[in-house]
């Protein structure tokens, strides 16, 4: 049984029975077949219910249908649910399987799952028996399987048993073999060669599933270096690329990586000979890769010769893998969330040109770019026992939680990723934000190594089970894996080339659904129209990234995001904006040793219209706005974030009522380390990507890092340069037990140096942290550690006071005082003290009324107080 989408070739051992609709086939005892089963079926298990009907087990993706002929369904659902077969899958085996097999056995009933050269033998109700390579089955035969059909079939039925032995027939692209599981291969040959019914198949139905690409791993004949191979025919030109790695003292060490581009495209086997690009300059160029073919058992053979003639080093490479790269995807989730589905194209009608009628998963998204997400064991479920209903994650959380919880961290690059399901994202301010996800770096100069995806938001929107929530968490996996927005691709270092209207015409993962537009002229997005012409796939260049990118601008834990091995001063000056703003960066401009960086961020109308369209997110790093830094050496480079949330902007109108919207960002520190680590001046300059396309670039604002003034400025300055220091002011604190060192310098400062100018740093950190509860991931569970309300008082008044008092220029900024406000009225709540927390809401109006702030400006700020007010007031 042949399937292509909902049409089927059944054929015999000597020619073709019947071809057709899938719920047509049996005399019609498969009519009722549901979606996606019925059009999207990857494979089926045939066997027989006790009573002598003949059952079928349809697999789509990691969903099944248990069907009765001519009665119904039995089951449906995932296949690990599956009655005594599904919850025996090893993890490695709940999909892109390759083929399955089911023994001629009624009892017990035992199938082979087939995946590239390795299988599982799964006896129904049991459990699986083997998990190996294909050749370590016990039967003979297996043993005597030729190098090029250990695996990677595309399609396996049982024929009847000759000889008393079980008796397989293989396919393989354009090639068949009859097997015998004692004696082994029987006849290899063309498809009418081996079986006269094959041979008959239709032409429709035996397009070639061959792989258009492998990776292949060896080492020098001296051992001392090892380089992984990915070889790419998938394109119009081969391309070859390379990762070579030292080896001493049983060490691996990253060296250097390489992409050969070839001149034409190629036959195998065939020397591929092209154009070398290389990370940098050490080692000798690559001569000439040498492949006689992408399957089990291939060889690749790759040739360096030096500069100077002096060589060839020959490395002789084994294939590893269909899958061009193969990242080990842990999952945790909190109860009552779940991992994602899958979707089905079925779907929605009609299909867009060019995408096929098919299930998709975020890992079959991936399989398709080449690249394996593989399942590191089975996703995690978090208890929730003490959580209560205040559910919310912070930054600040979320780094604590993927710190303690990601089992297979280590403080390096590595291919493996943690994803976290949580419930909802809240802000910087103290506010649910509507983000969708969230990728976050670590400290310690290994960035990208976890993202988290918020259910609830996705609840909320009424995406969950839909194609928009597999787009979430393909989105975010994208950006752990380096890969900017389609409308960001300008602000990579190098720069990238912007696709059709600056991007946002991107058919891609990495686009804005509600962002895409094919019109240059268009100031707004029409996600209806990106789904019309979505076909599931990144962009050719973002293709390249994945399948070939330099490998620590690809690993978890390599490269900053954006980075590339070049810098900005090579970006061109953007085209001059239309969109009727202006971006302006304002605040201090000398800071003390240590003092942390912080700037004011103001949108407004240029005065070019009387209205225009802002996104009102002005977080650095984020969708719409960046800040390149320029050191006292003139080298220039993006400030990003340690969190960098997807989505959860909005549009916003700016007109007289509302003129401008304001932000404030800390600069100080970020996922690259300190961004001002030396005295002298800096350059500021923002960049707003306005909602038509354009991008409006900021006056330079600069700054002036000063050397401490005396041994007081140098220690008390001393004691926030420490990189958990950073963490700790850019999350706003964290009760992160890995943050254990910076929460004690934070805290020797308040001690030692409590009238410093610069302790105001320190106090609002740990009177913010105090101020909310803290949720704590554990092997147990959520942890919470309810709010220090008095802490909080005590230590967000002290900025407070600090902040307003006339005889002294410390504090903090108006926007970072407004928030400061705004959280120790929340505190007051907190501790039963509504009058208090009202006092501070009115303190708070009353003292951007003083400050002469514009008309617009103290209405936002009246009405982020009354707002708090009355989220107070409502609290039992």
């Known amino acids: 049984m042949f399937l292509r989408g909902e049409q089927v070739a059944l054929v015999g051992q000597q020619a073709l029975v019947s071809q057709g609709p899938l719920t047509q086939q049996f005399g019609g005892k498969l009519n ?112 005597k399987l030729p190098a090029d059909m250990r695996g990677d079939f595309d399609h396996a039925v049982m024929l009847p048993n000759a000889d008393g032995n079980f008796q397989t027939l293989f396919v393989k692209g354009d090639r068949a073999m009859q097997f015998d599981w004692i004696k082994g291969p029987k006849s290899i040959g063309a498809y009418a060669e081996v079986l006269a019914g094959l041979g008959a198949l239709p032409a429709e139905y035996r397009r070639l599933r061959l792989p258009a690409a492998g990776r292949f791993t060896g080492t020098t004949a001296a051992g001392d270096s090892k380089v992984e191979l990915r070889v790419d025919l998938a394109g119009e030109k081969p391309v070859v690329s390379g990762d070579f790695f030292d080896l001493a003292d049983g060490v691996e060490t990253y060296a250097t990586s390489f992409i050969l581009d070839g001149g034409t495209a190629v036959a195998l086997p065939a020397t591929i000979i092209g154009t070398v690009t290389k990370s940098d300059e050490s080692g000798p160029p690559v001569q000439s890769v040498e492949v006689d073919k992408l399957a089990p058992g291939g060889i690749a053979t790759l040739t360096l010769t030096g500069s100077d003639g002096a060589g060839p080093t020959v490395y002789t490479c084994d294939y590893v893998s269909r899958f061009l790269r193969t990242i080990d995807w842990e999952i945790d989730y909190v109860k009552d969330t779940e991992p994602p589905g899958q979707y089905a194209t079925t779907e929605h009608q009609p299909l867009p040109a060019g995408l096929d009628k098919k299930i998709i998963t975020v890992q079959s998204a991936f399989a398709d770019a080449g690249i394996e997400l593989r399942m590191a064991g089975k996703p995690n479920e978090v208890p929730v026992s003490e959580a209560g209903e205040d ?105 990238s080339p912007l696709g059709p209207c600056k991007g946002y015409g991107d058919k891609s993962f990495m686009n804005y659904q509600q962002d895409y537009r094919e019109d240059p002229a268009a100031t707004e997005g029409d996600e209806a129209l990106f789904w019309k012409v979505f076909t599931w796939r990144f962009t050719p260049d973002e293709l390249r990234h994945l399948r070939h990118g330099f490998y620590s601008d690809v690993v978890f834990g390599g490269s900053d995001m954006h980075t590339g091995g070049a810098h900005l001063a090579d970006l061109a000056p953007p085209a001059p904006s239309r969109s009727g703003l202006r971006v302006q960066l304002s605040g201090r401009e000398a800071f003390s040793h240590g003092e942390p960086v912080t700037v004011e961020i103001k949108v407004s109308l240029d005065g070019s219209r009387p209205t225009a369209q802002a996104a009102d997110d002005l977080t650095p790093g984020g969708g719409h706005l960046s800040v390149l830094v320029t050191d006292p ?52 300059q923002a960049r707003y990507r306005a909602p038509d396309g354009s991008t409006v670039v900021s006056p330079d604002h600069s700054v002036q890092i000063n050397p401490p003034a005396d041994e ?37 400062l308040i001690a030692d140096h409590p009238d410093h100018p610069l302790t105001v740093h320190a106090r609002l950190a740990k009177g913010a942290n105090a101020g909310r509860h803290f949720l704590t991931l554990t092997d147990d569970g959520i942890t919470v550690r309810t709010a220090d309300t008095e802490t909080s008082i005590d230590q967000l008044n002290a900025v407070v006071e600090t902040t307003l008092d006339p005889g002294t220029d410390a504090g903090v900024d108006n926007i970072t005082l407004n928030e400061a406000m705004r959280r120790l009225a929340r505190a007051h709540a907190r501790g039963g003290d509504l009058k208090e927390a009202d006092a501070v809401l009115d303190q708070l109006v009353e003292t951007f009324r003083v400050k002469d702030v514009p008309g617009p400006v103290l209405a936002t700020v009246n009405e982020q107080a009354e707002t708090t007010r009355a989220q107070l007031h409502a609290q039992p």
Request: aromatic share 10%.
């Open 633 to 684: 050496a003139g080298q220039v480079r993006p400030f990003r974030p340690i969190a960098r949330p997807c989505g959860g902007h909005r549009a916003v109108t700016l007109d007289a009522t509302t003129p401008a919207l304001y932000g404030s960002a800390y600069l100080g520190y970020g996922a690259a380390g300190f961004t001002f680590p030396q005295p002298g001046t800096y350059r500021l």
């Open 391 to 495: 559910r919310h994650w912070s930054a600040a959380e979320l780094h604590a939680a993927m710190a303690g919880h990601f089992s297979l961290y280590r403080d390096e690059p590595q291919w493996k990723l943690w994803n976290f399901i949580a419930d909802s994202y809240i802000n910087a301010e103290g506010k649910i934000d509507e983000a969708d996800g969230v990728m976050f770096d670590d400290t310690d100069d290994v960035p990208r190594q976890g993202v988290a995806t918020f259910y609830n938001v996705m609840k909320t929107a009424d995406t969950l089970g839909t194609r928009d929530e597999l787009f979430t968490y393909i989105h975010e996996i994208g950006h752990a894996l380096n890969l900017a927005h389609s409308w960001q691709k300008d602000e990579n270092i190098p720069p």
């Open 32 to 143: 009722g077949l549901p979606e996606p089963f019925a059009s999207c079926s990857e494979a089926a298990i045939m066997a027989t219910a006790s009573d002598g009907v003949r059952r079928t087990v349809f697999i789509a993706g990691d969903m099944c249908v248990d069907w009765k002929h001519g009665v119904g369904a039995q089951y449906t659902g995932l296949l690990t649910g599956l009655a005594n077969f599904g919850s025996h899958l090893p993890a490695e085996f709940r999909s892109d399987v390759d083929v399955l097999l089911q023994r001629p056995s009624v009892n017990p009933v035992v199938t082979l799952l087939i995946k590239g050269d390795r299988c599982t033998s799964i006896t129904w109700g049991k459990g699986a028996t083997y998990t190996g390579p294909l050749s370590g089955l016990p039967e003979a035969g297996w043993k």
């Open 712 to 748: 007081a400025d140098r220690a008390a300055g001393d004691l926030l340069l420490g990189d958990q220091q950073g963490t700790l002011l850019a999350l706003r604190g964290s009760d992160a037990p890995q943050l254990a060192d910076g929460n004690a310098a934070l805290d020797r």
